[in-house]
């Protein structure tokens, strides 16, 4: 199985998350620009372009909407995915994940440690999101841990 580091948007418009409730988040653009397809700051964010193919891999994932301030329509979605532990990683000094063992059919998850959390997609989703052509999204081949065995 073959993964890749999702990096998230970097420039363009800043999100302030005004309260946190747990069904609906109330945000500002702190910055105007160009809204992100995936953000991890003031927390995981992404686009309704990404949250759409999302549903199509992980239909029972659940989505808290973001709405602008004074708006109805949420304008991005946060996104809680399934966790690998620590031990199922390789890290780099700067705490991003250089290597993961294989969770199966999982097409995204997380691996948090102390310095950063990273977030993992399988090739069928990594593929799928470069077809799509999305905007501010960088992916980064990992390895896989224990690879020869899952060829």
């Known amino acids: 199985m073959e993964y890749f580091l999702m990096k998230p948007f970097e420039g363009g418009g800043r999100v302030k998350i ?8 109330i945000c500002s653009m702190s910055k105007k620009g160009e809204l992100p397809d995936f953000t991890l700051h003031p927390c995981p964010l992404i686009s309704d372009r990404v949250k759409e193919l999302l549903e199509q891999f992980l239909p029972s994932m659940d989505f808290t909407p973001c709405v602008l301030e004074g708006e109805g329509v949420p ?3 946060s996104f809680q995915p399934a966790v690998l532990e620590e031990e199922g990683a390789v890290f780099r000094e700067d705490g991003s ?9 999982m097409p995204l998850f ?13 090739l069928a989703l990594a593929e799928c999101l470069l077809r799509r052509g999305y905007l501010n999204l960088e992916l980064e081949r990992i390895g896989t841990l224990g690879g020869e065995q899952y060829a």
């Open 18 to 25: 005004l309260n946190h409730d747990k069904d609906i988040f």
């Open 75 to 77: 304008i991005l979605w």
């Open 97 to 105: 994940v250089s290597a993961v063992r294989p969770m199966g059919l």
């Open 110 to 122: 997380m691996v948090p440690n102390y310095k950063k959390v990273s977030y993992v997609i399988n």
